[in-house]
């Protein structure tokens, strides 16, 4: 089911050495653009094409003061994050293919 809100992400490309922290209020478009090389030039730079985390916030408010602090972590403490929720840092753009 998907909040009305907003969503913090975390794509990367295929090797997991890049990490590119987003914000958006569709997760599932967003990640679909990424996906098809359509997202920032930053991402398409470094081919970050694979979502492996995302969070739910009631607002677009909340989910950007959330980006705001992630993007001021050390790689070590994102790292950590993402393997709470995703061990194997499998991709999880099937699994919100279809938030809508």
């Not at 209020?25 to 679909?32: E, G, I, P």
């Amino acid at each position: 089911m998907r909040a009305k809100g907003g969503y913090v992400y975390i794509v990367s490309n295929v090797i997991r050495s890049v990490l590119y922290i987003g914000v958006t209020s569709n997760l599932s478009a967003r990640s679909s653009e990424h996906k098809h090389g359509e997202g920032s030039q930053f991402t398409k730079k470094y081919k970050c094409t694979d979502l492996i985390y995302y969070e739910v916030f009631e607002s677009i408010e909340e989910a950007i003061a959330r980006e705001k602090v992630l993007k001021k972590w050390n790689r070590k403490w994102k790292l950590e994050l993402i393997r709470k929720m995703n061990p194997n840092l499998k991709d999880l753009y099937d699994e919100v293919e279809d938030f809508k």
